[in-house]
T-cell receptor
Framework: AQSVTQPDIHITVSEGASLELRCNYS??????LFWYVQSPGQGLQLLLKYFSGDTLVQGIKGFEAEFKRSQSSFNLRKPSVHWSDAAEYFCAVGYGSSNTGKLIFGQGTTLQVKP | SQTIHQWPATLVQPVGSPLSLECTVE??????LYWYRQAAGRGLQLLFY??????ISSEVPQNLSASRPQDRQFILSSKKLLLSDSGFYLC????????????FGQGTRLTVV
């Protein structure tokens, strides 16, 4: 069955430090991959997406992610974290054909930023 | 541009009472529509999705149901709420091409007491 795993439930980094959030997926074909961010009590905002082509994708707010097919991973990175990056981050995978369009999310990783 | 509206923002309901959460999308036609529930520590769980009017797919057995009476309207319902129905409910829409992301409403915080 298709699944998305975010191994780290909670991560704490110091402001200015680098960040990497892990995401692994399970799917037989080429997945369509997304990273979303959620501020407390709010909906989700898209950070970046991967459909095909260059495996390193750039997103908003200085985030990037790299698709590694051999590792079934799509890890999110940021070189220098800002206090405003504290939020919950979700990795998601799109499955199915155009007329089903199922979108499955991981459990989320809560990022805390220390001053 | 496309927008998604979800209401109410917060709701406190007694156990055994009915539920109706509504979601509408503007600026697009024939979207795929989704209801997710977010419980503490459990991420986003897909509850229902719909690819057209009257077409509902249920992902998990539960006390809830969904309906799509119009192309851009998606409703989440329950006849009798349980305590376990408490959570943060998110509606989302996505274009018919698989090469698109989903756009989310602001969510409804449901507390069943």
């Amino acid at each position: 069955a298709q699944s998305v795993t975010q191994p780290d439930i909670h991560i704490t980094v110091s402001e200015g430090a680098s960040l990497e959030l892990r995401c692994n997926y399970s799917y037989g074909a080429t997945p369509y991959l997304f990273w979303y961010v959620q501020s407390p009590g709010q909906g989700l905002q898209l950070l970046l997406k991967y459909f095909s082509g260059d495996t390193l994708v750039q997103g908003i707010k200085g985030f990037e992610a790299e698709f590694k097919r051999s590792q079934s991973s799509f890890n999110l990175r940021k070189p220098s974290v800002h206090w405003s990056d504290a939020a919950e981050y979700f990795c998601a995978v799109g499955y199915g054909s155009s007329n089903t369009g199922k979108l499955i999310f991981g459990q989320g990783t809560t990022l805390q930023v220390k001053p | 541009s496309q927008t998604i509206h979800q209401w109410p923002a917060t709701l406190v309901q007694p156990v055994g009472s009915p539920l109706s959460l509504e979601c509408t999308v503007e600026g697009t036609s024939n979207p795929n529509l989704y209801w997710y529930r977010q419980a503490a520590g459990r991420g986003l769980q897909l509850l229902f999705y719909s690819v057209g009017i009257g077409q509902i797919s249920s992902e998990v057995p539960q006390n809830l149901s969904a309906s799509r009476p119009q192309d851009r309207q998606f409703i989440l319902s329950s006849k009798k709420l349980l305590l376990s129905d408490s959570g943060f409910y998110l509606c989302a829409w996505r274009g018919t091409s698989i090469l698109t992301e989903a756009f989310f409403g602001q969510g409804t915080r449901l507390t069943v007491v």
